[in-house]
């Protein structure tokens, strides 16, 4: 009697595993997360901010999470070929970014390395376009998602996770770039 009830319990745990690997396997390759925002400045004025790693501390929400956070800056000041190193607790953990593409004004796009906590090699975009006296910014993170990525997205909500820290960062590069010239100072 207490036998069955084990295979019993154990039958259902191994079909509720079982379950749970093939719905991960029918789950896109892919994904993209992404947030847009209308900054109420010229594409010219916001552009250096994305452009010169740099500047990512003043807008970045990740820049504050770690108070001792090493930063390692090379290539040129900015733009392609331009690569910034980072590594600090376990909230911002280790990792790199390069910029691969830049169009003034227009289009940065970055390959994004992340060491740890966990492994991942993704493109971040941010593309910017004038609307008259505004600029429509869009922030996008675009990467393959490998099969145990499949497993955890079952628990969590990438898109939820990592767009709210696309919206704060979007939301401090407004305010540092929606500032009049003179409050800077």
Known sequence: MILNVILIVVGVIVLGIVVLLIYAATQPSAFRVQRSASIQAPPE??????????????????????????????????????????????KVGKGRMEIMESAP????????????????HNTAEFTLAP????TDINWAMLGHKPFLFKVMSVFMDMDKMIGKDFEKGL??????????????T
């Open 45 to 90: 004025k916001i552009f250096p901010h994305i452009n010169d790693f740099h500047s990512w501390s003043g807008w970045s929400p990740w820049e504050k999470l770690d108070p001792n956070l090493k930063r390692t800056f090379s290539g040129p000041a900015n733009g392609v070929g331009s690569t910034y190193e980072w590594e600090g607790n376990k």
């Open 105 to 120: 004004s227009s289009k940065i796009a970055i390959q994004l390395d992340f060491i740890k906590p966990f492994e991942a």
């Open 131 to 134: 609307n008259g006296g505004s």
């Open 171 to 184: 939301a401090n590069l407004k305010a540092i770039t929606e500032r009049p010239a003179a409050a800077k």
